[in-house]
């Protein structure tokens, strides 16, 4: 077996023994990768191996992959964060749903285009749960008043919650932040607005990814460790400004 293929298999092996230490079915959780610096080669490997879901951080890096991948069935999302002149770009690039809507001015431009279009989005809208001024995504103080006003926007198909999470190497320092997203997901449900379905719970990575399952993960969110050590830190993705 190639290092793919085995780094996909203990994937699955670490999702099986989290599910049954959380009483949790394996059908429940849905594993992306997160596909970020990684070439064509070795995406389809992974692709060839099983997996179905993939998601870039980039326009550009989807751009790119996009006619390689053609022949590689697969569904992609968008897990970064998107400028507003970037929409175009998103929707011609085929992805099914957007992980980090954070923000009513981008809501509203993708639901003008999309309604032009005569076509809808999947998107999930990112939260900010670290309180790390780096990352992405709206407040959580401001997450319900944010969905409220998406949810008017008829285009765009709220399925859930998405969050990053602390960066730390000790899965417990992240535990308060799945906690919350699942928190806020709860209190969404408890308002059961149209337009709204919030069953999508997408938290966790590479290593905290059991952790995100015992509190409620439906996507995880995969990349390092099974693609290997990327060459840009993750601020490159995740960061304001990029370096
Ligand atoms: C890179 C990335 C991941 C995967 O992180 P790993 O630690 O490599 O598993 C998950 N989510 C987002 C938003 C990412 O940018």
């Known amino acids: 077996m190639n290092d793919i293929a085995l780094n996909l298999q203990s994937i699955k092996d670490r999702i099986h ?5 959380s009483g949790r079915q394996e059908a429940e959780i849905q594993l992306l990768l997160a596909t970020k610096t990684v070439p064509v080669d070795r995406i389809k490997i992974a692709l060839n191996t099983g997996s179905t879901l993939i998601a870039e951080n980039k326009i550009q890096e989807l751009k790119e992959k996009f006619e390689p991948l053609q022949d590689t069935p697969h569904t992609n999302h968008f897990i970064g964060h998107l400028q507003t002149n970037k929409i175009k770009e998103l929707l011609r690039y085929d992805v099914s749903c957007l992980q980090s809507l954070d923000r009513i001015d ?8 999309l309604q032009a279009n005569n076509k809808t989005l999947d ?10 001024e780096s990352k992405f995504g709206i407040q959580p103080d401001e997450a319900i008043s944010l969905i409220e006003k998406v949810a008017r926007l008829e285009s765009l198909k709220i399925k859930g919650l998405m969050t990053i999470g602390l960066f730390s190497a000790t899965p417990e320092h992240v535990r308060p932040c ?6 806020i997901q709860q209190k969404v449900q408890e308002l059961s607005l149209p337009n709204v379905a919030m069953n999508e719970l997408s938290m966790g990575m590479s290593g905290d990814l059991e952790t995100a399952i015992e509190e ?9 460790a099974i693609f290997g050590k990327r060459s840009y830190p993750d601020s490159y993705y995740w960061n304001e400004q990029n370096p």
């Open 17 to 21: 023994t989290a599910c049954k230490d």
């Open 106 to 113: 981008l809501a509203e431009k993708l639901h003008q285009r």
């Open 123 to 132: 998107v999930l809208i990112q939260i900010n749960t670290s309180g790390e």
């Open 178 to 183: 799945f906690r919350l997203l699942k928190n």
């Open 216 to 224: 409620g993960a439906t996507i995880i969110r995969v990349g390092t």
